[in-house]
């Protein structure tokens, strides 16, 4: 079965500051991809980045960055240059072949002022 | 980009009544799409997986005969829960996705349900 972890159930950081989410995940799949989900207050889910786990190479969008470590199973999310729109819950999803998507228990991040 | 939208925003019902959400792609086809429940400060919880012109496939626990899911073409999706009681209540989102084998899933705004 394929499980995700994000063990941080609440992080804050200062705006223009950098934070980083930490979320692992365990399959025995080979090929496979990973993904990163805010939630704002609204609900809207909206997609921040997307791994596949066959790249090597770290996804990066814009201020967002993945350090994706294949061996370890582990897929931390980079925000740098915080704003206060970034506000929201962050989730960690892992799918693979067509099947549905798994996320993580998410956590909640504050930007502060 | 893949635009999904869900309809209500919001219904109140009283108990015992049946509620319909609908589940749109707007600008794609979806061959499948997912329904998931959302309990306060939780993360999203897979109810069931419907696919275009087949039943849905359920996940453990969710009753499929009190959540019916019809996905009559390749753009709507429809979840109606039956006899709707106080403990339905939730926030009910669903998603759809492209083919193509990526894997990424577009969503829906969800829907909150309050059961009376």
């Known amino acids: 079965a394929q499980t995700v972890t994000q063990s941080q159930p609440e992080m804050s950081v200062q705006e223009a500051e950098t934070v980083t989410l930490s979320c692992t995940y365990d399959?025995?799949?080979?090929?496979?991809?990973l993904f990163w989900y805010k939630q704002p207050p609204s609900r809207q889910m909206i997609l921040v980045i997307r791994?596949?786990?066959?790249?090597?190479q770290n996804a990066t969008e814009n201020r967002f960055s993945v350090n994706f470590q294949k061996a370890a199973k582990s897929f931390s999310l980079k925000i740098s240059d915080s704003q206060l729109g970034d506000t929201a819950m962050y989730f960690c999803?892992?799918?693979?072949?067509?099947?549905?998507?798994?996320f993580g228990a998410g956590t909640r991040l504050t930007v502060k002022p | 980009g893949a635009v999904v939208s869900q309809h209500p925003s919001r219904v109140i019902c009283k108990s015992g009544t049946s509620v319909k959400i609908e589940c749109r792609s707007l600008d794609f086809q979806a061959t499948t799409m997912f329904w998931y429940r959302q309990f306060p400060k939780q993360s999203l919880m897979l109810m069931a997986t419907?696919?275009?012109?087949?039943?849905?496939?359920?996940e453990q626990g969710v009753e499929k005969d009190k959540f019916l899911i019809n996905h009559a073409s390749l753009t709507l999706s429809t979840l109606t829960v039956t006899s709707a009681h106080p403990e339905d209540s939730s926030f009910y989102i669903c998603s759809a996705r492209l083919g193509g084998g990526n894997n990424e899933q577009f969503f829906g705004p969800g829907t909150r349900l309050t059961v009376l």
């Open positions: 791994q596949e786990a066959y790249k090597q």
């Open positions: 999803a892992f799918a693979y072949n067509n099947n549905d998507m798994r």
């Open positions: 419907s696919n275009e012109g087949s039943k849905a496939t359920y």
């Open positions: 399959t025995s799949e080979s090929n496979y991809y």
